[in-house]
């Protein structure tokens, strides 16, 4: 449980200092904590003693309500490949705010917003909006049970697909598939949990249940590859759904339009039978989408269900296809298609991943980055495994030591980078954008080479 602010002791001088740094954000943390558990908005946010409270942003950069600037690697969750405030999105955004924020009816920019996402994902023969991941996952599955006729749900441990009630066992905890607080029996009950990489185990599990109706997975791994899985593991997992007649899910909402420009399923060349998109596509703003095959997606369709005699299903949602989101998608989605953002953001990355490499294996500290595409993971082994961070493998390591960071020190680690300049999420890692280039990259190696020396001098590492 959260201890209230002031209650909160500790000699350290990097909280110490973190406080004196940002007074104000203390204070809205205060005001919060009345208001909201924890006084946040997302699990993602939270941080001890409390988090920064942001102004405002622009391009690789965003600064705090006390005037410190950092070096931003949330990226918007992984909305904002373009950086924050790409000139061109908020012109559009501008434009669609002129026009109206929502007008209750069809409006020709949800037409153009399906085409942009088709134009990079061919495969997308129908999309619905949805208004966010969660809801675009939830719906996917729903398709995907009402199109097989089969209930259970393949997933994979640590596999994140949002927050609704099939997605909760088996992410972070419950990997034994008991329900998480709140959740009835019932659901995890019809998931079933895989390790992924196992291709034996997924022949095996497909061998032996005959009701498996779809699987889902993160492309490339678990939390955007902090557990990385091979192509070849995601191809093998198209080719054992299509021979037991299951449904292939890929959940792109943080791949989708990243990893390339038509996310993992054009980089890997594998066709889903359903996709989820979010972030990126909606443009940084709020929205979601589940795209796919056609007769799939007739399942939320009027005609095709009468002819059938099928039962439709319903899908109201009052913020589906949002006009000023739908804005920002068309034009992000334009610029991804027609430009170098992914291969910027892509070098970007490669460039940080070796230059914080390069402080880890100078300081001795034990730590390695990696990662593909735009993004980046710092591996603390807390298990002081003998490694060396300029040929890290993280393949050769297991999946729940990847993810099982020494929160502690996560977390000191995270107020050092803070106080550094530089944030970056809980997982200890982040996006890299577009417009991140070699002075973020420098600056960001000295904030963690500062942080470590911190964190050695009051004997949070050794
Ligand atoms: N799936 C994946 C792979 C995600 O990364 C996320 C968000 N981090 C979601 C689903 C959920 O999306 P949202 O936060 O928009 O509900």
């Known amino acids: 449980m959260d201890q209230p602010l002031e209650s909160v002791r500790t000699n350290s ?188 185990g997924l022949e095996a599990a497909f061998a032996e249940e005959r009701d498996i109706g779809a699987a889902i997975i993160e492309p490339t791994g678990a939390s955007f590859g902090q557990v990385p899985v091979r192509p070849t593991f995601v191809q093998a997992l198209r080719r054992v759904t299509e021979r037991h007649g299951a449904l292939l899910i890929l959940d792109e909402v943080v791949t989708g339009f990243r990893v390339s420009r038509g996310g993992a399923a054009m980089a890997f060349g594998v066709t889903p039978d359903l996709v989820s998109y979010a972030k990126i596509a909606a443009g940084g703003l709020p929205g979601g989408v589940v795209a796919g095959r056609a007769d799939i997606l007739d399942r939320l369709d009027f005609a095709a269900m009468a002819r059938a005699g099928q039962e439709k299903i319903q899908h109201p949602g009052t913020f589906n296809a949002n006009p000023v989101s739908a804005a920002a998608g068309v034009t992000t989605l334009g610029i991804i298609a027609e430009g170098e953002a992914n291969a910027r953001a892509d070098a970007a990355a490669a460039q940080l991943r070796e230059a914080l490499n390069e402080v880890f294996a100078e300081t001795r500290c034990g730590w390695a980055a990696y990662g593909t595409s735009s993004g980046f993971h710092v591996f603390l082994n807390a298990a002081g495994r003998p490694i060396d961070p300029r040929h890290f493998d993280a393949e050769g390591i297991a999946g729940g030591e990847l993810k099982r960071q020494p929160e502690r020190l996560a977390g000191r680690l995270r107020l050092a980078l803070l106080l550094n300049g530089v944030d970056v999420n809980g997982r200890i890692g982040g996006f890299v954008s577009a417009t991140h280039g070699a002075g973020e990259v420098a600056e960001t190696a000295a904030a963690f080479r500062r942080a470590i020396l911190m964190l050695r001098a009051e004997g949070e590492m050794a």
């Open 13 to 200: 001088r990097i909280v110490a200092e973190y406080r004196a740094r940002t007074a104000g954000s203390a204070a809205l943390a205060k005001e919060a904590r009345g208001l909201l558990p924890s006084g946040i908005a997302h699990d993602g946010r939270h941080i001890e003693p409390y988090g920064i409270y942001v102004a405002r942003a622009e391009g690789p950069r965003k600064w705090d309500v006390d005037g410190n600037g950092y070096v931003d690697y949330f990226g918007g969750h992984g909305a904002l490949l373009l950086g924050h405030r790409h000139p061109e999105v908020m012109r559009a955004v501008e434009a669609a705010l002129g026009a109206g924020t929502h007008f209750g009816a069809n409006h020709p920019g949800e037409i153009k917003w399906a085409a942009a996402i088709r134009r990079l994902a061919p495969f997308a023969e129908r999309l619905r909006f949805t208004s966010s991941g969660t809801e675009a996952t939830l719906m996917a599955v729903r398709l995907a049970r009402a199109f097989s006729g089969r209930s259970t749900l393949v997933r994979f441990k640590g596999h994140f697909h949002g927050w609704h009630d099939h997605m909760t066992s088996g992410y972070a905890s419950h990997f034994d598939g008991t329900p998480t607080a709140g959740v009835l029996d019932g659901i995890p009950a019809k998931v079933r949990l895989l390790e992924a990489g196992d291709e034996a």
